[in-house]
């Protein structure tokens, strides 16, 4: 009976090991963001809004795991994105400048506020809140106000860029290609299949290419 009861005991263990060896990283508060950033293949979910303001945190140059923000909001990102390159996944989670009127001015080669580029990656239920987003070189790359530049074979899903949001580029400063919530979709590699998959999504901001740019813009488009 002993033998019976301890068995039992340690295959109960076992299973709940197994149930939970694989459950995402539960992130309340931005230090814990910050040190989970830092191992960026790992699967995260938020249980609160996230405020990044003075943390010091800076974009992770790589993203291949999954971040869940169950319907939360990460603000005090400041003028950078959240992730250079995602080939990951970021799914119901909301980046919001909308507190500290973020005017962001980038130079960058691709530049967005979610990621600068994506390859083999998803966004899903993401929204983006308060951001300008200017190029401030000419012939500054891909920019868009969610993703600057895709790769590979990337889905958007149900993402939103809300009408407070604004994409503008005027003077000398332009972007090659600029679009509302992603600025250019690289096919070269794939010719002749359907590798962007963009569904139920929505640009509400402005795009804005004026003066000299409306002419030197290689594209701009809403979505």
Excluded at 9 to 23: H, I, K, N, P, Q
Excluded at 170 to 180: A, F, H, R, S, V
Excluded at 202 to 208: D, E, L, S, W
């Amino acid at each position: 009976m002993t033998k019976n009861l301890k068995f039992l005991l340690f295959s109960s263990l076992v299973a709940l090991g197994a149930m939970t060896s694989g459950a995402a990283t539960e992130i309340a508060t931005a230090a814990e963001f910050i040190a989970a950033m830092s191992v960026p293949d790992g699967e995260y979910v938020l249980t609160a809004d996230i405020d990044l303001t003075g943390s010091g945190y800076t974009s992770v140059a790589l993203f291949s795991g999954s971040l869940d923000g169950a319907g939360h909001a990460i603000t005090g990102l400041g003028s950078q994105s959240l992730v250079v390159k995602l080939t990951g996944s970021i799914t119901a989670l909301t980046i919001d400048g909308t507190a500290s009127g973020v005017n962001t001015e980038r130079a960058a080669d691709n530049a967005g506020i979610f990621c600068d580029a994506m390859e083999n990656a998803t966004l899903e239920d993401c929204s983006l809140k308060g951001y300008t987003l200017r190029p401030t070189a000419a012939r500054a790359g891909s920019i868009g106000l969610m993703v600057g530049k895709g790769a590979g074979v990337c889905t958007l899903v149900r993402c939103i860029v809300e009408s407070g949001c604004l994409m503008e580029s005027t003077g000398g400063n332009i972007g090659n290609n600029m679009g509302g919530l992603i600025g250019y979709f690289d096919t070269d590699s794939q010719k002749n299949e359907v590798v962007l998959s963009i569904e139920d999504c929505t640009n509400n901001a402005a795009i804005r290419s004026v003066g000299e740019n409306a002419v030197n813009a290689s594209a701009t488009g809403g979505i």
